[in-house]
C-alpha cells in the first residue's frame, strides 16, 4: 500500500517470493530450519529477534504467525493468531511435553505482550478469550482475503468423471473420515458414480481416516491427487461438483473460500469459524450426520437452479474477501497500536518523570 514500507525478515535465505519483489525489503536473519522446534523458536525470539527487528528501522513489529513477540521488543508490535488448534490439540502437534510447554509460553507471552492482537475470524477472537482471558478492543478480527480468478477454466469438454473435492491437509481435525462416509453413503443410497477427491496421499491419512477409507464400501471412488499447486487447485475447484468440507475445528477456512471465489458449490461444516465465512452462500451441514451431507450433496448435484444460486451467491460472498479489504484493515490496526503505544508510553512518561508535589517545573515526555 501506498505510504507503507514493508521489511520482511527472513531466514538465512531469502525466498524466491519475495526475492523477486521491487515492492518489499527483506532482512536475511540468522533464522535456520533447526530453530523451528517450539524450544528453538521460542530461544530465538527471546534471545535474537530485537537485534533483528533494531535492524529494520521499522515503526512497528507484526509478528504473523501466532508468536514471535520478544521481550522488550524496541518498537510497537502486532500479533497475528490463526487459530488456537494446537494449544487445544497438544499430541497431534509436539512431540513432547517440553516442546508443548514451550509453544504456550511463547504464545500467552506474545498475546500478552503485543500492542494489538489480529484474529483472523471471529471464532478465534471467541476462543482467545475464553482461553486465555484477552478481552477489549485489544483484539481486533481480520478475515483473510482471496485472489478472485481471472477467468474461469472452459472444463465442458473434458471427459474426466463427476467429482467432489476435498481440499486440505489429513489431519484429524480435517475429519476426511466423515467425508469418507458422507460419500459412502451418497453412492449407497442414489447410486451414482461420483468420485471424491482429496488433496494429499493415501499414505498420508490419519489413524481414524485409514480406517474408515479401508471400511468404505465405495473406495474405489476416492483419489488421492496428493499436494498440487496453485493452478491445479484451481482447475479442480473449476471442474469439481462441489466442495466438501467437515473440519471439526478450523482458525479461517480458507478452501471454501477459494472454492466460492471459483464458483464451486460448498457444502462446510456448522462449526468453528466456517459458519462465519461461508454465510448464506453455501450450505452448512452436521458433519457427523452423513446421511444429511449425503442429501445435500444429492441436491446440489441433481438440482441446477439450486446450484446455479449457490455459484451466484459464492461469487458475490467472496468478493467482500478481498486482499486490498484485508490490507486496509491491517493498516488501520497499525495505526491503532501506534497511537495506543505513544499514548501508552508518554502516560509512563508522566508518571516516572513527573514533577514532585512540591515542584512547579512541568513533566518532561519524551517526543
Not at 48 to 54: G, K, N, P
Not at 286 to 299: C, G, M, Q, T, Y
Not at 321 to 345: H, K, M, N, P, T
Amino acid at each position: 500500500m501506498d505510504g507503507v514500507r514493508v521489511v520482511a525478515l527472513c531466514g538465512r535465505t531469502v525466498p524466491e517470493v519475495l526475492a523477486a519483489r521491487d515492492d518489499v525489503e527483506t532482512l536475511a536473519t540468522n533464522f535456520d530450519r533447526s530453530d523451528r522446534t517450539a524450544i528453538r523458536r521460542l530461544w530465538w525470539e527471546e534471545t535474537q529477534l530485537v537485534r533483528w527487528i533494531r535492524e529494520s528501522h521499522a515503526d512497528i513489529f507484526h509478528a504473523t504467525w501466532n508468536t514471535g513477540i520478544p521481550w522488550r521488543c524496541p518498537i510497537p508490535s502486532v500479533l497475528t493468531v490463526h487459530d488456537l488448534i494446537p494449544l487445544h490439540d497438544p499430541d497431534t502437534h509436539f512431540s513432547s511435553r517440553s516442546q508443548f510447554a514451550a509453544y504456550r509460553h511463547a504464545l500467552r507471552s506474545s498475546v500478552a505482550r503485543a500492542v494489538r492482537t489480529i484474529t483472523v475470524s471471529d471464532h478465534v477472537r471467541r476462543d482467545l478469550s475464553n482461553t486465555l482471558g484477552l478481552v477489549g478492543n485489544r483484539v481486533i478480527p481480520v478475515h483473510n482475503g482471496v485472489d478472485m480468478p481471472l477467468h474461469r477454466v472452459d472444463d465442458s469438454g473434458s471427459d474426466q468423471p463427476p467429482f467432489v473435492l476435498h481440499a486440505g491437509g489429513p489431519l484429524p481435525r480435517k475429519n476426511v473420515a466423515a467425508v469418507f462416509r458422507a460419500m459412502d453413503e451418497y453412492c449407497s443410497r442414489h447410486c451414482e458414480s461420483l468420485e471424491v477427491r482429496v488433496t494429499f496421499l493415501e499414505e498420508d491419512l490419519c489413524h481414524e481416516a485409514r480406517r474408515v477409507f479401508r471400511q468404505m464400501r465405495q473406495s474405489k471412488q476416492v483419489r488421492f491427487i496428493g499436494h498440487v499447486d496453485d493452478r491445479v487447485l484451481s482447475e479442480q475447484y473449476t471442474a469439481a461438483r462441489a466442495l466438501l468440507v467437515l473440519s471439526r475445528d478450523e482458525g479461517f477456512g480458507l478452501p471454501v473460500l477459494e472454492a466460492m471465489a471459483h464458483g464451486c458449490p460448498v457444502i462446510a461444516a456448522s462449526n468453528a469459524s466456517l459458519p462465519e465465512i461461508v454465510g448464506n452462500a453455501g450450505v452448512l451441514v452436521d458433519p457427523e450426520n452423513e446421511r444429511s451431507v449425503a442429501d445435500e450433496l444429492h441436491r446440489v448435484i441433481a438440482d441446477p437452479a439450486w446450484r446455479d444460486r449457490l455459484v451466484r451467491l459464492g461469487r458475490t460472498r467472496a468478493k467482500r474477501f478481498g486482499w486490498d479489504v484485508c490490507a486496509q484493515r491491517v493498516r488501520e490496526v497499525y495505526d491503532i497500536a501506534l497511537a495506543a503505544a505513544s499514548f501508552s508510553q508518554q502516560r509512563q512518561s508522566r508518571i516516572r518523570w513527573g514533577p514532585s508535589r512540591s515542584s512547579q517545573a512541568r513533566p518532561t515526555v519524551p517526543s
